[in-house]
C-alpha cells in the first residue's frame, strides 16, 4: 500500500511517500504565505519524481500547524503524535522526544511501543525555536550553517542576557560592537536557547535515549549545547526533519487518524498563518 | 507593595509575586530556592523603607519561567519551597505554569 | 564621529526647554533626575521642586554619554552649569552608567512620583511604555507603589514592538497613529503575539492586498491589547495615566481606552500655573521628573549630602 504523510509547518512542508516498509520519495519546500497550495503543488512534484500519480495514494495523511489546510488529506493526526510514530520505527530505544521547528518546539515522552504520555509545548514565542536561531544568524551577518559551525569553535564562555529573539538581535549587534569574538556570540546563542528547550523538556522528564528532531537537529552547533546542558547524549536520525511527514506516512498505513484530531490540531494552528 | 517579578509574553504569565507588605525580611527563602533566584535586601522600590525585603534578583526576573519550572509554581502537589517556607505567605505565583503545563 | 542622519523611523523628535519665570540662583535646592531609556533620555532639572529645565533626546549607543549629553540638551539654553546642581538621581535602562549621579533608583518608582507630579495626587494606575519594556503601576495619592507588573523581556507590548513594525512598514512611528484611523472599518488585530511572528503575518497582510492603514489600525490594535491583558491583571482604577512614548501613539492609547472602558487622563499639567504658563507637557519626562523629586526628598530628609560644586 503507497501512503503519504504532509507536515505543513509554519515555515516549511515536509512529505514523505512510502510503499510497505520503503520510502519511494520525500520532498521538502517553503509553506509560504498561501501554506495549503505549496502542500499541494510539493505533493505533486513529489509525485511526479516518484512516478506515481494521486490516485495510487492509498492514504494521505496530515500535520503540523496547518495540517488542516491540506484539504486533499484522509485525515490529520497530531504532531507529537506524528513524531512518536516516526521516531520509534526508527530507533525503538527512544522515550524522549525534543522536536524543534522554525516556530514550535515540544518535548514528548513516549512509551515503548510509540504511544505519547506526556507533551511540552513552547510556541507562540520565538526564543525557543527556529526562528531564535535565524534572527541571530542575521544579526551576526552568517548562515546558520555557518554559525552552527562557528559555534563549535568557541574558546569562551559568554552569558546572554535577552530571552527575546529581537532583543537578542540587538544584544548580538552591541557585542560585536564591542569586538566579541564570533564563535563565542554563536556559542553563547546556542547556549541560550539549549537552555530554553531543555528547561521546556525538563517537564515531561529527560528520560533515554533522548532524539531530537525537527530542522534544529541538523543544527550541530545546538545539539552540542544541549547534550552540555541536560548531560545527556542526543541521538539524530538521519533526515530529522522529515519525523513528522514520516510518523504521518506511518499513521496513514496502519489507518489511525481522525477527523477530530484535525479540528484538534486548528486549535493549536500557529498564530503566524494569521486568519484563517 | 505587591512586587510581581517575571514577564508575560505570548505564552502566558509568569510571574513570581511578593508581597512586601507582609514579607519580613527573615531571609529563608534565597536559602531554600534550587534556581537561586531569589535575594533578600533593601527595598529599591521603597527606598524608604527601612527593613530588608525579599525580591527576584534583576538577572533572574526575565527567565522566571524556565528557573521556577522544576518547583511546579500552582499545579504541583506541593507548594514551591519559596512558598512552603514563608511564614507571612507573602511568596505567590502567576497562572502562566497551571496553564500550560497543569493539564495532567 | 559624526552623525549621519540616515532615515530613522522609529524615534519622535528631540526637544529642549528652560523655564523662563524661574531664576535659579534664587533657588536653594537644585536636584536632576536623568532617565536613560533604551531608545530616549530624558534629563529634567527641578528647583526647589518647581519644573525648571529638560531634555529629550536619543539615547546613543554610549549610555554614560547619553547622561552627560542629556543635561547637556536640558540646560542648553540657560546659564546654571551641573556644577550647580546638589543631587543627581540616575533612572531608566541605563541608569547605572548615569556618571553625575550620585544615586540610582528605579523607573517604577520614579515614573509613579512624576506621574504624581505631573497629572496630580488623583492618579491611580500608570501605564508606562518605553522603548523596551512596558510597566504598569498602582500609586497611592503620595505617588508611592502599591503594586506592579513590568514586561522587559519580551518585545511585543514595548516600544520596539512599533519600531519594528514601522521599520517594516516604512512609516515613521508618529505618523501610525493619525494613519491608523484613516479607515473605513476596524480590521480584526494582528493575531500574533509575538513580534517575530506578528512580522511575517503582515508581509501576509501587504502581500494579500491590504491597505497599509488598515494594517497599522490592525498592529495598534494588538498592541492595546497586548496592553489590556498586562493592566487587567493589576486592576485599572481612575485617574489612568499613560507616560512614555506610546502616550504620543494616539492608535494605540484610544483603542486602549476603548477596550478598557475607561479614558486616560487628560495631558495637561495638574499645577495650574504650568498649565497658565504655557509649559511643555512631555509625557516621556515622568520618570526624570521622578528622580528629581526623590533628589530633593533625600536631601530634605537628610538622607542624603549635596553634592554641589559651585
Partial sequence: ?276 | MIANYGFKDGSGDWYVTIDTDKCNGCGKCPEVCPAKILEVGPDEIDIFREEPVAFVKHEERKKVRYSCTPCKPVYGEEPTPCAKVCEPKAIFFSDGWKRLYGHK | MAEVKTKEFWSWPETNWVNPDIDWKKGKVITAGVDVGSVSTQAVIMVDGEFYAYGNMRTGSDSPNSARKGIGFALEKSNMKIENIDYCIGTGYGRVNVPMAQQSITEISCHARGANFMYGPEVRTVMDMGGQDCKAISIDDRGKVLNFMMNDKCAAGTGRGMEVFADLIRVPVWEIGPRSFQIQKEPPMISSTCVVFAKSEVVGLLESGMPENDIMAAYCSAMAHRIMELLNRLGVKEKFVITGGIAKNEGVVKRLEKELGIKTAERVWYKKEYIDRKYPFDTQLAGGIGAALFGQALLKMGKAKSARKA
Fill in chain 1, 1 to 276: 500500500m503507497i501512503v503519504a504523510g504532509i507536515d505543513v509547518g509554519g515555515k516549511n512542508v515536509h512529505i514523505v511517500i512510502k510503499k510497505d516498509d520503503q520510502i519511494l520519495g520525500k520532498v521538502l519546500g517553503p509553506s509560504g504565505i498561501k501554506k495549503a497550495e505549496s502542500a499541494e503543488q510539493l505533493y505533486d512534484e513529489v509525485l511526479k519524481k516518484v512516478g506515481i500519480t494521486r490516485k495510487d495514494v492509498e492514504r494521505v495523511v496530515a500535520t503540523g500547524s496547518a495540517a488542516k489546510r491540506v484539504a486533499f488529506a484522509n485525515g490529520a493526526i497530531h504532531d507529537a503524535a506524528a513524531d512518536a510514530r516516526g521516531v520509534i520505527k526508527l530507533i525503538p530505544t527512544a522515550r524522549t522526544i525534543i522536536d524543534v521547528g522554525a516556530e514550535e518546539s515540544r518535548s514528548i515522552k513516549i512509551s515503548a511501543d510509540g504511544k505519547v504520555l506526556d507533551f511540552a509545548i513552547n510556541d507562540k514565542c520565538a526564543a525557543g525555536t527556529g526562528a531564535f536561531v535565524e534572527a541571530m544568524s542575521r544579526a551576526l551577518e552568517v548562515s546558520v550553517d555557518e554559525m552552527s559551525k562557528i559555534a563549535l569553535q568557541s574558546t569562551q564562555t559568554l552569558s546572554t542576557n535577552a530571552q527575546c529573539a529581537v532583543f537578542g538581535e540587538s544584544e548580538v549587534v552591541s557585542l560585536i560592537h564591542q569586538k566579541t569574538q564570533k564563535p563565542d556570540i554563536a556559542r553563547a546563542v546556542m547556549n541560550a536557547i539549549a537552555g530554553r528547550i531543555a528547561s521546556v523538556a525538563r517537564i515531561v522528564g529527560l528520560e533515554k535515549d533522548v532524539v531530537m528532531v525537527g530542522g534544529m537537529a541538523r543544527n550541530a552547533g545546538f545539539i552540542d549545547s544541549l547534550k552540555k546542558n541536560i548531560k545527556m547524549d542526543v541521538l539524530v536520525p538521519e533526515d530529522p526533519d522529515y519525523m513528522g511527514a514520516l510518523g504521518a506516512a506511518e499513521a496513514a498505513a496502519a489507518g489511525i487518524y481522525t477527523e477530530e484530531v484535525k479540528a484538534e490540531v486548528v486549535e493549536r494552528e500557529t498564530v503566524s498563518e494569521g486568519k484563517s
